[in-house]
């Protein structure tokens, strides 16, 4: 059994900033990639940043110099900050990572989303 558990969300006003943070637990032999998907109202989930193991990240370009990812392998944590937010950052933000369990199963986990809204 593995969850995804993300904190962090709220309300900020336009050009404040936010930390998200997802915690992976459970029956965990190791993560590969890990990242944050966005899903605004009437539209389809999309990527925001990932997260290799070794450090490498991609990035969507809405939030290219504005958003960076980071993970504590360690801790099985992925970190999303969120500086210069605006209005059309506002969507349910989910955390994703490829796992491999201690079965030596591999699949990807999602997060049950935390609300980011930007508005004054």
């Known amino acids: 059994q593995v969850q995804l558990v993300e904190s962090g969300g709220g309300l900020v006003q336009p050009g404040g900033s936010l930390r998200l943070s997802c915690a992976a637990s459970?029956?965990?032999?190791?993560?590969?990639?890990m990242g944050w998907y966005h899903q605004a109202p009437g539209k389809e989930r999309e990527l925001v940043a990932t997260?290799?193991?070794?450090?490498?990240?991609n990035y969507a370009d809405s939030v290219k110099g504005r958003f960076t990812i980071s993970r504590d392998n360690a801790k099985n944590t992925v970190y999303l900050r969120m500086n210069s937010l605006k209005p059309e950052d506002t969507a349910v933000y989910y955390c994703?990572?490829?796992?491999?369990?201690?079965?030596?199963?591999?699949?990807?986990?999602w997060g049950q989303g935390t609300q980011v809204t930007v508005s004054s």
């Open positions: 459970g029956s965990i032999f190791s993560i590969r990639d």
């Open positions: 997260i290799t193991s070794g450090g490498s990240t």
């Open positions: 994703n990572a490829i796992i491999i369990t201690t079965t030596m199963s591999a699949r990807d986990y």
